[in-house]
């Protein structure tokens, strides 16, 4: 009776139940321990598995053949041809191991060349077949010739230049107004006007300067101008398609379109059409210089729009549809948020991407504060806002209201940022002094969009179920 492992007679024999083989206890033992299974036929074993067999504990005689000099050579020279045999067997199959790997990773790397042209090939004929359909649509008699990827003129980029030399050098000295509201004003505002639902489904709420002036826009094609203080509409805009978004130019409302289009109107009428976008417009966005005109589009492009003279300066094309873009406060920087999770932030002038940000979901909405370094953003069904410091392109600060945000934005003074959602609209604080953010004000009213009133003394909502509200002290 011999060991399988030592091919001697063991000490302790033990039986595989699997096997049937004999074996050295603590040999099989320690195999068992490194590989789990039997060393005869590679079945799962276990030391239960094991069965000890009682035989009579005698010394073990001396093998008969090991008892004479020339016997122990032939022994010798036995094994060492054994090794011989076995170390020729390892080298060939070790060779041909290395002949199969190299075959596998030769045929890996053609089908990864494979894929990638294949990529390269499928997101190059999208990109045409998105600019193609953006040409092919055609804009109707009157509207601007529509570029792709243009250049700035030079009049534009020097108004650019003009306008971030002037904000950016008045930015760290800027007072906060007279009148401005405080933290203990917000946290007295209370509901002062409800207006019927007007606009079902709407998502689209913008103030003029004055802020008396609120444009909004619904699912059914329909905007509207509404006068605070007179709490009454004033002007109706047939859009010919759902309100996707909507701002102001000087007293002129332009709204984006879910049918690709973005409208000027003056007094009621359209005045200006812009249909560059192939799909659906997401979001638009006014420079600080007050005549350009930024829109974001499902079709993985931001287009730039010169409104005084009623053109369009450039389309610039990305690798994900954009859903949010916003203007920096100076102007020379344009952030667009993308489904991919990502904001995009690109020279305004030249449409070069400068950094990028991870939100960790498709962007819902982007603001720039006031002082120029933070960014809030929110991604879609988040309850949190995060807010990134582009001088460190970093998260500094991650708030979580919550409820859903939908919409946020800063106040004039960088220290006040409104968000809405469906289950409240709450104000959050950032104390310079200290360094520390609160949260002065929460109201559970359901909003889609707010947006900051003259002077911040008042919130203006646009409820989810059309409505228009005005929060202040009263």
Not at 20 to 35: C, D, W
Not at 54 to 72: C, F, G, N, Y
Not at 235 to 258: E, F, M
Request: hydrophobic residues 40%; negative net charge; aromatic residues 6%.
């Amino acid at each position: 009776m011999l060991c399988a492992i030592s091919g001697e007679a063991p000490q302790v024999p033990v039986a595989s139940k699997k096997s049937g083989n004999v074996f050295e206890r603590r040999l099989i033992e320690a195999y068992i321990t490194e590989h789990g299974t039997d060393p005869v036929n590679g079945e799962e074993l276990t030391v239960d598995d094991l069965v000890e067999l009682k035989t009579a504990r005698i010394v073990r005689p001396r093998p008969p053949t090991l008892t004479s000099i020339p016997s122990l050579l032939a022994t010798f020279q036995n094994e060492w041809d054994a090794v011989a045999l076995e170390t020729y067997q390892l080298k060939q199959h070790l060779a041909q191991t290395r002949q199969e790997l190299s075959t596998a990773l030769y045929q890996h790397d053609a089908a990864v060349r494979v894929i990638a042209r294949l990529t390269r090939e499928r997101d190059e004929a999208r990109d045409a077949l998105s600019k193609i359909t953006v040409t092919a649509g055609g804009a109707p008699a009157g509207d601007a010739m529509q570029v792709d990827s243009a250049t700035l003129p030079e009049a534009i980029v020097a108004k650019i230049d003009q306008t971030q030399e002037q904000l950016s050098s008045s930015r760290r000295k800027r007072a906060i107004p007279d009148g401005w509201a405080t933290a203990e004003t917000i946290t007295s505002f209370d509901t002062t006007h409800t207006t019927d639902p007007l606009y079902p489904g709407g998502k689209t709420l913008a103030l003029d300067k004055s802020g008396d002036l609120a444009l909004l826009g619904g699912a059914e094609g329909v905007a509207g101008v509404h006068s605070i203080s007179q709490k009454q509409a004033v002007q109706a805009l047939k859009a010919g398609g759902q309100i996707t978004h909507g701002v102001w130019y000087d007293n002129k409302p332009v709204v984006a379109t879910s049918a690709g289009a973005v409208k000027v109107f003056e007094d009621g009428a359209e005045v200006a059409q812009f249909t560059s976008h192939a799909g659906p417009v997401t979001s638009l966005s006014l420079h600080p210089c007050g005549d350009i005109l930024a829109s974001t589009g499902v079709d993985k492009s931001y287009v730039l729009y010169d409104l005084e003279s009623s053109k369009v300066l450039t389309q610039i094309y990305t690798d994900a549809e954009l859903l949010s873009g916003s203007f920096h406060p100076d102007g020379h920087f344009f952030a667009a948020g993308g489904k991919d999770g990502e904001i995009k932030v690109f020279d305004t002038k030249t449409g070069d991407k400068m950094a990028n940000f991870d939100a960790g979901g498709p962007v819902q909405a982007i603001s720039f504060s006031e002082n120029g370094t933070w960014l809030a953003a929110v991604a879609q069904g988040e309850t949190s806002v995060q807010i990134w410091d582009l001088r460190k392109s970093a998260c500094i600060k991650t708030l979580d209201v919550g409820n859903p945000v939908e919409s946020i934005q800063w106040d004039y003074t960088g220290q006040f940022l409104a968000a809405a959602g469906p289950g409240s609209i709450s104000v959050q604080h950032y104390a310079k002094s200290s360094k520390s953010w609160s949260e002065p004000f929460r109201k559970a009213v359901a909003a889609s969009a707010a947006r900051w009133g003259a002077r911040g003394q008042s919130l203006v909502a646009l409820t989810t179920e059309g409505a228009l509200s005005v929060l202040g002290s009263g």
